[in-house]
């Protein structure tokens, strides 16, 4: 049974549509990418899955039962980071993780031993009794990821969780994220930073305008696109010409300055290809580049926008 299950998800505010007929599901243990430009409803969403928003219309379903407002005791098997950073300054790190561990019923013993364990994960445990205002930005959103952590939730929920971070907190952020996600639990993640995503997520799903326009996982998603290999020859041939246009599932096309690119949805294979017929016609490769579709190619593929739009 999938953990998360969205159920033809609709919300609106007045004549705004936010999401529009959402659905698709995340099973137990999976890291599941979300991508959308600004406006797309993915905040929304996220806030209707951590029980904070009720739907205009559909249904979201966490561990089977409906997710709803009221319901205090689903709501300890979710963490949420959002995108601001929801902890206090006045207080230490380490208060601001019992404060919050408190709020979702954890407490003596446990509740230290937890502390102390998120401490370590988010490379805070020399700075656990200093005042959060005195944090770099980065400390600042480790200590937000650990806040959602320290009930250990069984799906977290990441809204843009390492925006203006220095690479050191992201760092910590994906080795954290990735430990999370090797022992069971479910993540959900969004970001502007398309390559993290990519590199994170074996399903992404992507939002525009409140629907859901493509849902898979990230392999397929990226053959959606061909990629190329842009090369230069010398003592090129008419057997050449012959031999690259015949190269199965490619398209040969040239451009200024002697370029020659070679499309195919199968980089490597179409590598070896290229290869052999350039040494089986005495072609002298001059250079050589290959550029293969990455979630950005995609992204603007399917909404004819870059993320930030």
């Known amino acids: 049974m999938p953990i998360v299950e969205v159920d033809r998800l609709a919300k609106r505010y007045g004549q705004t549509v936010a999401l529009d007929g959402v659905s698709f599901a995340i099973d137990s243990g999976e890291m ?15 806030s209707i899955l951590a029980c904070l928003m009720e739907p205009s219309a559909g249904e979201a379903r966490l561990l089977g039962q409906p997710i709803a407002l009221g319901n205090r005791e689903l709501r300890r098997s979710i963490g949420i980071v959002p995108q601001e950073n929801a902890i206090y300054g006045e207080l230490t790190a380490r208060e601001n993780l019992e404060f919050f561990g408190g709020l979702y019923g954890v407490t003596g013993a446990t509740l230290r031993q937890r502390v102390e364990r998120v401490l370590s994960a988010m490379g805070l445990t020399e700075r656990a009794d200093d005042r959060v205002d005195t944090f770099s930005g980065g400390m600042q959103r480790r200590l937000n990821l650990g806040a959602a952590l320290v009930h250990e939730p069984r799906v977290v929920l990441l809204d843009e969780p390492t925006t203006g971070v220095d690479p050191q907190s992201r760092n910590h952020i994906f080795e954290e994220i990735r430990r999370l996600n090797a022992t069971g639990v ?33 392999p397929a998603l990226l053959k959606l696109l061909e990629g190329q290999i842009r090369f230069r020859v010398s003592q090129a041939s008419e057997k050449m010409w012959s031999r690259l246009r015949q190269i199965p599932g490619a398209t040969l096309e040239e451009q200024p300055s002697h370029w020659l690119v070679l499309s195919s949805r199968d980089v490597p294979a179409a590598l070896l290809k290229l290869i052999a017929a350039l040494n089986e016609t005495d072609a002298q490769l001059e250079s050589i580049e290959t550029s293969e579709p990455n979630l950005e190619r995609v992204f603007l593929h399917l909404t004819g926008k870059t993320l930030r739009d």
């Open 186 to 218: 479910t993540i959900v993640y969004t970001s502007h930073y398309m390559e993290e995503v990519q590199a994170l997520c074996r399903r992404v799903g992507i939002i525009d305008h409140g629907r859901l326009i493509a849902c898979d996982t990230t």
């Open 32 to 46: 599941f990418g979300l991508l959308g430009p600004n406006g797309a409803g993915k905040t929304t969403l996220l």
